[in-house]
């Protein structure tokens, strides 16, 4: 739309894919002050596509959320 009024209507369609699953089997190897190691199996399924990374998050003390990796 602009000052003259709107366009002609316009259609677009699309599809969407599956998501992965959750990771399987998380557990902590080990942990000090600084660090923890983690680790997890692949979801049973990939959503189709192979599974190319993660992104682990930490919940802080007022219940946000930030990427830690």
Known sequence: MNANGPS???SV????????????TL?????S??????????PTSNGGHPIT?????QQKPDNSWSVVY
Do not use: C, H, M
């Open 27 to 31: 557990a902590r190897k080990t942990q």
């Open 8 to 10: 002609v209507a316009a």
């Open 53 to 57: 990374g993660y992104k682990l998050e």
């Open 33 to 42: 002050v600084n660090t923890i190691d983690l680790e997890w199996s692949a």
């Open 13 to 24: 369609s699309f599809t969407t894919g599956a998501v992965p699953g959750t990771p399987l």
